[in-house]
């Protein structure tokens, strides 16, 4: 038979729940287990009792781990219902989660130069490539992209991740310089040397992105978001058009390899 | 007192215990294992599989509602024969531990369903039984386009009984429940999936779309179980042949009441998605249930409601 | 910009905006007049009434369920003449405070649909139209043992249609909504209220017996909200008349779908009994909703889901 | 028109909120307004939410108010799905309630003497009905029946409410008398002058009480429970058989006479 997810379901604890920026909310749960298995890009799914409006788990990226402490820190866009009633989520409340999901970005010690690519609550899968890459002493940019200033978060951390360029755009230009990441990364590839590019955001921009980097024949891996009911390969709710067939995000993602991904 | 016993005869089928599983919402069976031994339950339903493989439908094919989700999945599948190299060995494996395993068949029209009755009879002698589903709410042709009226359902029945002397199963789509229910027991259906999810239609107001890539789709969840266990009583009613209750089952009393109602077997569909560790404990409080109601046998309390 | 324009046509009940409510849920009126001024809604439905009165079902005639309630009332009325005399001047009052008043007409037959309609012509000249509900799932004959079938429904209509000039509304039960409401257009109906609580069952799995004093009774709440959304649509595309959707609306969004998916108007139901305030809200929303849309009347977004 | 029913929706924040008795827990909770519009043996609504199961207000007797601090007390026994989430309501929980509801205890000052009687949760609206008696310096008694020992809650509070006797009855002898409440006022009846019986417990106690009364031509009034789904009038879920027909416990009662009521 093909391998079962190794996700298993985790008690888990709110740590800290706080905005962080406009409509952004930072959380930080305790549950050991699951902050032991978790690899960057992947994903877990966290049930948010109470709201009828919201049977299945919420999906979500994390953003680091505090292995000593067991918790496991995410940033998430308030969207509606799930993340509303995620945000009323006070430090001690009880809940579970639902993890270790998919496979995350995959990164070759190899890589040369990497470019990162993060729009909106995109944020969040980045900075954990980010920091990971970080620890290997590796060579990275990042762009970060928001529809405006108040909503950019993370560019700190970024920095202290060991990051080389951090460059913020912003639709309005209110932070940063005004435009889409998806021109940073137009006037970028043909200049600088990257040979690997990673992006999570709205697809529109990751779909620009992929363009580019086929334009300019730069490996490249996408982070898809599909609507979710299980999370383990059970449903088939959450698939992505890919050249070889309809692909489960869920177990053959959310990472995919962006030459794969029919747009 | 000794554990009540929980063993039941579902058409022929012959269960441990009356946990089944809901097709489509339990994959082929082993995604799972890493949650629990499998085996423990009476029988599981594999995903609707048809002669060859099906995309399904694009995305988005879920969306949350209230106490549900709706999902426009619109069976994707990899065919019998994709099914069977996929996890035949496994399925053999868990059939030989005492679990039932039954097959879900699909097809766009009634040469369809043939065919693929036809494949699992030569490559799957380990299913206990096949189940048709006429009663799919998210494809054009086929499902509950033609298992909504007695006549479109019995013709698909009346095709496939012939090809396999296997327990049929049929799973029905909740409308007109009792006239289709007769239908299908006299073309000699063994027994009767009460329900596949109901068609219902989730509109983003902001942009005036479908929340899914299809105007409507299937609900299921916690929400359409008190109208599943209406079904189930008014079919039991009708019919003597058994009764497989389906819908919003996420406890041991939501299964009790369907057995009450007049169910022989549960299966339990969309909380194995929100609640992957829930089939076995729902088997767990069943059987203190059945205890707690002082008989020393799950067949004594099928139908058991009373009527005041 | 100003305000939208909110004022809708129901089958000739002139609206000043879609926000109705649900017979049953609101009594007659007067009950919500201590949570706000009631002639603020485009229309109220009267619980409905026979002819004679009828004393309804013994209690237990509600309970709790996952995101919703089902209830037996029973369609206990105080009769025609009963009504009248309880609330008769404080609904000519509404009418000419610019609520219309739909009074709801219930029978066990075709002749006593007559007979109640035939009253209600002699003593409700303020009546802004009559709803027929042939949908009630909580008594033994008449209601949806009438309206669920297109030659049931028809009979009904066929029958008080020539007794009254004034609008005719009639109830649907959820059951082949299609075939009924072309059954229904066809014999002269004016609008079509969809849909009315859909049958379901709770047992106490201790005692063994229904929560009601019936085995079954009728779902209604958010619980059934999506399945009545998908119903509206599919009667929308089947008929020319005006349709009234009802089921689970507690928010503006809520109603704000069923005007996408065809609906004229909206009956508030079980929410008014759990939030009593909830009807002006949901008024307040849908407008807030009609402006977001960029058009300036409301009438523009009725029937306007973008099929992708 | 006829009179609507008085009940408003006021913001409730939850006081305090523990077990006092095996099941029974006690409630107090912030309502200013409903508090100043309460009178003995009317009930209110509150709202739980985030119980997907209790969509429904659960109606509740109340048993004191606190007038100074705006607050509200009442006695409350977990049952199932909306008295278990009730349970779960933490001080500083906000939610709704709605009210005051129905009529309550009709107390003649003229009453020579009053026996209350009071069956399991029962004890709620009895004790408020004991403290307003104990304010005017009227004369009762109190019996106050549980299935066993440690379901009983009360005693102390309505001795100091002024009561003469409180005579404890449980089903299993674990607490006062084994027996139950019905065979106390069967004894009493015949021998101590009382003109009046207020009654609140599982109705075939009440209808035993009744009966008795009946019997010794004494004035019983009974407090009914019923499902209701509304609590003012509207939808006619709460109805009690009497001799002029079916009616609504929230407007018509909850406290009825008892010899109105068709058993
Ligand atoms: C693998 C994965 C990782 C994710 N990581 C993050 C993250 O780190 N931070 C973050 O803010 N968000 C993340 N998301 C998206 C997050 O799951 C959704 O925003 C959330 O489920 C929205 O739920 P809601 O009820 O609040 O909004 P809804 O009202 O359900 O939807 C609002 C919008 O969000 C989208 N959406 C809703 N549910 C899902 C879902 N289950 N999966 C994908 N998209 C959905 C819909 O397209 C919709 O337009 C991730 C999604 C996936 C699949
Ligand atoms: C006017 C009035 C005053 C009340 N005062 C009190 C009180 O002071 N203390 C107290 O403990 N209880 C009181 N009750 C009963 C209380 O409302 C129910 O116990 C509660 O609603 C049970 O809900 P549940 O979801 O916990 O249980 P459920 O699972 O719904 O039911 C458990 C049992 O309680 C009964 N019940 C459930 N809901 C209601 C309801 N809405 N009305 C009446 N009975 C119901 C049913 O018969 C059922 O058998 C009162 C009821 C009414 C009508
Ligand atoms: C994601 C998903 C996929 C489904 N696929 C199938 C299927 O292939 N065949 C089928 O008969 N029913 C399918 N169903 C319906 C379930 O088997 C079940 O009848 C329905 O969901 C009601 O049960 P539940 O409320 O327990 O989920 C599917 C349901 C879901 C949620
Ligand atoms: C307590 C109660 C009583 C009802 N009585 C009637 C009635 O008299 N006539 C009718 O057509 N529908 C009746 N209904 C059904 C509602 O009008 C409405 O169609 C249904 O509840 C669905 O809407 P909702 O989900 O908004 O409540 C009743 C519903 C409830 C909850
Ligand atoms: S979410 Fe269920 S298969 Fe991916
Ligand atoms: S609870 Fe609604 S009328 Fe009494």
């Known amino acids: ?263 | 007192m000794s554990a009540p016993n929980m063993a039941v005869d579902l058409g022929g089928i012959q269960m441990s215990n009356p946990v089944n599983t809901a097709a489509g919402t339990y994959g082929f069976g082993w995604q799972f294992e890493g949650f629990y031994d499998v085996s423990t339950l009476g029988a599981i339903t594999t995903k609707g599989c048809a002669a060859e493989p099906w995309p399904g439908n694009p995305a988005p094919r879920m969306c949350d509602v209230t106490s549900g989700v709706m999902n426009s999945v619109g069976l994707q599948n990899p065919g019998v024969r994709g099914l069977v190299a996929e996890a035949g060995e496994y399925l053999a494996g868990l059939s030989e531990k005492g679990c039932q395993v039954i097959c879900q068949v699909a097809g766009h029209s009634v040469d369809e369903y043939v065919a693929a009755v036809e494949l699992f009879e030569e490559l799957a002698p380990w299913a206990a039984g096949l189940e048709i589903n006429i009663s799919c709410p998210n494809i054009a042709a086929g499902g509950c386009a033609m298992g909504s009226t007695p006549e479109g359902a019995a013709e698909v029945v009346r095709a496939v009984r012939p090809r396999t002397s296997r327990p049929l199963l049929v799973k029905m789509a909740p409308a007109r429940v009792v006239d289709v229910a007769r239908a299908l027991e006299a073309e000699g259906a063994d027994a009767l999936s009460v329900i596949n999810s109901i068609p219902a239609m989730a509109i983003d107001v902001h942009t005036r779309r479908s929340k899914l890539s299809r105007p409507t789709g299937g609900l299921s969840g916690p929400v359409l179980h008190n109208i599943a266990v209406r079904m189930v009583w008014e079919v039991a009613q009708a019919v003597d042949i058994p009764i497989n209750g389906v819908g919003g089952v996420a406890s041991g009393e939501d299964a009790a009441e369907f057995i009450l109602a007049g169910a022989t077997a549960v299966s339990v569909g969309s909380a194995n998605l929100f609640d992957p560790e829930c089939a076995p404990r729902i088997l767990a409080e069943l059987e203190e249930w059945v205890a707690s109601q002082g008989v020393d046998d799950v067949n004594e309390l099928i139908g058991a409601f009373e009527c005041q």
Request: with cysteine.
């Open chain 1, 1 to 263: 038979m093909p391998t079962p997810s190794p996700a298993r379901v985790h008690d888990a604890v709110v740590v800290s729940n706080v905005p962080v920026a406009s409509s952004l909310w930072r959380l930080v749960f305790r549950a050991p287990r699951l902050a032991a298995s978790l690899s960057s890009g992947q994903f877990f799914s966290i049930a948010v009792p109470g709201e009828p409006k919201q049977t299945a788990r919420v999906p979500l990226s994390f953003s680091a781990i505090d292995y000593d402490a067991g918790t496991v820190e995410t940033v998430y866009a308030v969207q509606g219902p799930g993340t509303r009633a995620l945000a009323a989520m006070a430090p001690g409340a009880e809940t579970t989660v639902l993890g270790p999901g998919g496979h995350g970005w995959s990164i070759d010690a190899a890589t040369h130069r990497c470019l990162m690519v993060a729009g909106g609550c995109g944020i969040t899968p980045i900075l954990s490539a980010a920091v990971s890459m970080g620890l290997e002493g590796m060579d990275y940019d990042v762009v970060v992209g928001a529809r405006t200033g108040s909503a950019v978060w993370g560019v700190d951390r970024l920095v202290a991740s060991g990051a080389g360029n951090v460059i913020v755009v912003t639709d309005d230009g209110t932070a940063g310089a005004k435009g889409t990441t998806v021109d940073v990364v137009e006037s970028a590839l043909p200049t600088e040397k990257y040979d690997l590019v990673l992006t999570c955001g709205p697809e529109p921009m990751m779909r620009g992105v992929a363009e580019l980097c086929a334009e300019w024949s730069v490996a490249c891996q996408v982070s898809m978001e599909r609507m979710m009911t299980c999370g383990f390969g059970a449903c088939a709710t959450c698939v992505v058009p890919t050249d070889h067939g309809n692909v489960g995000a869920c177990m053959g993602g959310p990472v995919f390899d962006a030459t794969e991904v029919v747009w």
